[in-house]
């Protein structure tokens, strides 16, 4: 992991925080949104770098790994494809409710901190953002779109498999009848973690044909 990476995923727990606790949530999920059509430009930026509950789950997901306490075999609802999608109508209403009824602002994200932070105790880090995760869910919808993603050179791969090991987004597979690492970029998360791994420096942002 690059330093200068983790600090810009520091610095955006921290404003995220910052908002928390002035009672501004909606300030960030208007960052949120704004992310959205950057994503159809550059991919799902805001998952690898802004997301809260992606820089919360990342050391957590790390101490289980390393403890032995994930597992892959998730259960069929976190893999089905839909449950997303009922998290994210469920936290609309949710925030809606609160704001029309209790005249507050429900700090959605935090419940789903949490959720993310549970989570990867017991399986990888994509179950969560792919299976799990309402605003992955948007950004997804959004990212296949990207013009600019990362994309691996087929040439300079060497097919040694960890971008494939590093990812935690699931967005890099070898695939084809020569196993050339290629990218799912509506799941690539846009960060360097594949890119750090390669040893060839085969992966970098290039124009995508999507």
């Known amino acids: ?54 820089t919360v789950m990342r050391p957590i997901s790390a101490l289980a790994r390393k403890m032995g306490w994930q597992t892959g075999d998730a259960p069929r609802i976190f893999t089905a494809g839909y449950l997303p999608w009922v998290a994210l109508a469920l936290s609309i209403a949710a925030t809606v409710f609160a704001r029309k009824t209790l005249q507050m602002n429900l700090p959605i994200l935090l419940f789903w901190i949490a959720a993310g932070a549970i989570i990867v105790l017991r399986y990888p880090p994509e179950v969560f953002h792919n299976g799990i995760c309402p ?13 600019r993603s990362k994309q691996v050179d087929p040439v ?15 967005a890099i597979h070898l ?24 040893p060839k420096d085969a992966i970098a942002h290039k124009k995508t044909f999507a």
């Open 156 to 170: 300079a791969c060497v097919r040694c498999g960890l971008c494939e090991k590093a990812c935690q987004a699931d």
């Open 175 to 198: 695939t084809g009848p020569d196993h050339t690492a290629t990218v799912n970029i509506s799941l690539c998360h846009q960060c360097s973690s594949c890119s750090i791994a390669c």
């Open 135 to 147: 605003f992955g869910a948007l950004q997804k919808t959004f990212g296949r779109f990207s013009r």
């Open 1 to 54: 992991m690059k330093p200068k990476d983790s600090l810009i995923r520091i610095a955006f727990l921290a404003l995220f925080l910052f908002l928390v606790v002035r009672g501004k949530m909606m300030l960030w999920l208007l960052l949120f949104a704004l992310s959205l059509p950057v994503a159809l430009l550059f991919g799902r930026l805001y998952c690898g770098y802004a997301c809260p509950i992606h």
